[in-house]
Nanobody
Framework: QLQLVESGGGLVQPGGSLRLSCAASGFTLDYYAIGWFRQAPGKEREGVSCISKSGGSTDYADSVKGRFTISRDNAKNTVYLQMSSLKPEDTAVYYC?????????????????WGQGTQVTVSS
């Protein structure tokens, strides 16, 4: 079965950190560009970060630039999103997605596979 599984979400205080993982099963992530998206209640899904197949190119939404870092470990078939200096407005369900076209970033229609999401709540 082909699937993406996110993990690492949870409740964290403002200023804290979390590392999200996106693991693939049934296929090899090496051949896919990866995007991280998030959706807060009552809001549209927004792109957070993306990484090319090789890992050589990355991009971040302005709202997370300097606080989030995307990386990939193809040997572990996993992509990570390190989130630091978290703010209450980062609260959302975070999704990872895989695209066979390289570096499509925030074009949701280009993604072939989506995970089920992991909840991140930033609150004191």
């Amino acid at each position: 079965q082909l699937q993406l599984v996110e993990s690492g979400g949870g409740l964290v205080q403002p200023g804290g950190s979390l590392r999200l993982s996106c693991a693939a099963s049934g296929f090899t992530l090496d051949y896919y560009a990866i995007g991280w998206f998030r959706q807060a209640p009552g809001k549209e899904r927004e792109g957070v970060s993306c990484i090319s197949k090789s890992g050589g190119s990355t991009d971040y939404a302005d709202s997370v630039k300097g606080r989030f870092t995307i990386s990939r470990d193809n040997a572990k078939n996993t992509v990570y999103l390190q989130m630091s200096s978290l703010k209450p407005e980062d609260t959302a369900v975070y999704y990872c997605a895989a695209a066979s076209s390289d570096y499509v970033c925030y074009d949701v229609l280009e993604y072939d596979w989506w995970g089920q999401g992991t909840q991140v709540t930033v609150s004191s």
